[in-house]
């Protein structure tokens, strides 16, 4: 299942474009259609579907704790649900997460409370140095404990509550987090409160609005979703649109490409995932969102931009949650637009596949663009469009996509000689992203 490792190289600078592209579907989604599929009653069925790295690893997760799924044609698959707390796997068995936190979140989440469940967890390389304490202490509430004590990184044993039983949980910024205890609580007695006060992602409740014997969501003052544990859940048919942080890489390498527009089809918009699109519109971007609609309790449209002089970006750390997976595309705009610009709130940035305020603030400055970086805070002092002739970029073996996406981006504008080692990892979440970039234009060589 894992793509053969391999170094990007990249020399040249892109022309303008004038496009119409569709991007992948999207991830969150397609892992979420997987799990809460699995654990829903009879046949759900799924289409245009990610087949992304992070997608596979959750199929072949599912499918190790009893759950048929089978593929009808190109992205589309049926998912015959086996109803809460029925998964099973035999004990000491291992689940590997690979590269995906998202679906290592979620799916503990979900075995924390099922039955009879004693598996050891693990993820790659990137994933196995994830603090993952947080999501320990939420599932340790219901009940479920893990081995070794005190151990905070994958691999992990983990054993289910043998009495799981709702929890009152405030939630932070993480949406991941958030919906472990919305799925924990699915499969517990009594019901299960979520005070959120920061509003992050929602993909999880949407896809479950439709039971609202098992979960109800009141926004009168502060958001309230509200967990009742042991109902059963219906069977869907999810249509997965295009994923806006795979779509998000062509609107900045656009805004930031002289006489160049693009016209992105069937992009997911819900609220909760377009702080960047709306960072952006506040400094000058000229992006414009098309044929709005509604589908699965999702928004979506089509996305379009031209080419902009992007003034200096200032972003409060209320941002942060609809806008987690673009703030490092939003440095390279800020680096590569005149003026210094400021993003706050951004601590969280450390414990992704990488600490990704850090490794972009060294990308920048091989650039010459100056940075600081403090815990929870950027300052990047922009110098317009750079001719790279002169400079070179060198990424090293991350295991972050978005990084060696981001310098692509980079590499592909300014014209420097750049060289991303093990670029597979763009595989995890955006399997089309050299294509399409081959599409528009951008010249580069793949060196195994």
Do not use: W
């Not at 048919?237 to 806006?244: E, K, L």
């Not at 400055?365 to 469009?385: A, F, R, V």
């Not at 996509?401 to 981001?406: D, F, G, T, V």
């Not at 060289?419 to 010249?443: D, Q, Y």
Request: charged share 25%; net charge positive; proline share 3%.
């Amino acid at each position: 299942m894992k793509n053969k490792s391999f170094s990007l190289v990249v020399g040249d600078k892109i022309s303008s474009f004038n496009k119409i592209i569709n991007v992948d579907s999207d991830k969150s989604l397609s892992i979420r259609s997987f799990l809460i599929g699995s654990i829903s009653q009879n046949i759900s069925i799924v289409n245009n579907v990610l087949e992304s790295e992070d997608v596979k690893s959750a199929i072949l997760a599912c499918k190790k704790l009893g759950v048929k799924i089978q593929k009808i044609k190109p992205q589309s698959y049926k998912i015959h649900g086996k109803g809460l707390g029925s998964l099973t796997i035999k004990k000491g068995s291992e689940i590997n997460f690979s590269n995906s936190g998202t679906l290592a979140r979620l799916l503990i989440g979900i075995l924390s409370t099922t039955p009879n469940i004693e598996v050891k967890l693990k993820g790659d390389h990137s994933l196995n140095k994830r603090d993952m304490s947080k999501l320990i202490n939420i599932t340790s509430k219901f009940g479920a404990s893990f081995f070794p004590k005190n151990k905070k990184t994958f691999p992990l044993k983990m054993i289910s509550s043998e009495l799981p039983i709702g929890i009152r949980y405030d939630a932070g910024v993480s949406a991941q987090l958030k919906s472990a205890a919305i799925l924990a609580g699915l499969n517990s007695y009594g019901y299960t409160t979520i005070f959120e006060k920061i509003i992050s992602r929602d993909h999880t409740e949407n896809l479950l609005m439709n039971n609202p014997q098992a979960i109800r969501i009141n926004k009168a003052k502060k958001k309230v979703i509200k967990v009742y544990g042991k109902r059963y859940l219906k069977p869907f048919v999810m249509d997965i649109s295009g994923d806006p942080s795979s779509a998000a890489f062509f609107v900045a390498l656009t805004l930031l490409n002289p006489n160049s527009s693009i016209t992105i089809k069937n992009v997911g918009l819900n609220p909760t995932r377009i702080g960047f699109y709306k960072i952006l519109k506040k400094h000058n971007a000229k992006i414009k969102f098309l044929n709005l609609k509604r589908r699965n309790n999702e928004i979506y449209g089509d996305i379009e931009v031209k080419s902009s002089n992007i003034k200096p970006i200032k972003s409060g750390a209320n941002m942060y949650p609809s806008t987690t997976d673009e703030y490092l595309l939003l440095f390279c705009i800020a680096g590569l637009s005149k003026g210094t610009s400021s993003f706050k709130g951004i601590s969280d940035l450390a414990n992704k596949e990488s600490s990704r305020a850090h490794e972009m603030k060294k990308i920048l400055n091989q650039l010459g663009i100056k940075c600081k970086l403090t815990k929870n805070e950027m300052k990047i002092y922009g110098k317009g469009m750079i001719n790279g002739n002169s400079k070179k970029i060198f990424v090293g073996n991350l295991g972050d996509h978005r990084i060696a996406m981001c310098a692509f981006i980079l590499a592909i504008l300014t014209k420097s000689e750049t060289k991303i080692k093990n670029f597979e990892t763009v595989f995890t979440s955006s399997p089309s992203f050299l294509k399409i970039m081959k599409s528009l234009g951008a010249k580069f060589e793949i060196r195994k």
